[in-house]
């Protein structure tokens, strides 16, 4: 199921980004970010959830149907890289452009590896030209963290006594930054 579905969206991917191969642009920028991550995990009998504020910066690449960014983050008590390969889909108005923006994600966790995990992302993104080749872009994700090692070895954890044990990882991502037309 999981290939199935990582080849359906990458041969989504591949069909955006072939669509008007020649009108592409390009653009490269940076910014900072505010994060969000909610945690939570329950079973029958434990029940903890937590919120993580945190904030960092991001450097980005974009080519018209294809968003790919990197950034560092500083949460409460860890300290992590998001990689992100966006699909988008702009719309273009007089001075701005709005874009919903959709793929995959991944945490590297510089605190403890085992915590190492893939994700999904979806949102909105709005670039808005200053001048000729430069433009503001605020940005919103929102995304689900899937289980990472050390996740998982808590759920067997948990199995052993008997019980069953969900995560939840949500994450939210609203950013601002400055790019610009190559």
């Excluded at 940076?30 to 991001?58: C, P």
Aim: with cysteine.
């Amino acid at each position: 199921m999981k290939k199935a579905v990582l080849g359906i969206g990458a041969l989504s991917l591949l069909f955006l980004c072939t669509v008007n191969l020649f009108a592409i642009d390009i653009s490269a920028g940076g910014g900072v970010s505010v994060n969000v991550l909610s945690h939570a995990e329950t079973s029958t009998e434990y029940d903890e959830s937590r919120v993580l504020i945190g904030g960092g910066a991001h450097i980005f690449a974009d080519a018209t149907y294809l968003l790919a960014t990197a950034g560092i983050s500083l949460m409460e008590d860890f300290t992590y890289a998001d990689l992100n390969l966006l699909a988008k889909y702009p719309f273009t108005f007089s001075s701005f452009t709005v874009f919903p923006l959709a793929g995959g994600s991944y945490f590297v966790n510089f605190d403890d590896t085992h915590s190492n995990a893939w994700g999904i992302k979806g949102g909105l993104g709005l670039d808005y030209a200053v001048s000729e080749g430069l433009y503001i872009r605020p940005m919103a994700l929102v995304g689900y963290r899937f289980h990472s090692f050390r996740d998982d070895t808590l759920r067997a954890l948990f199995k052993l006594y008997g019980y069953d044990l969900s995560i939840t990882k949500i994450t939210v991502d609203v950013s601002v930054a400055l790019g610009y037309r190559l």
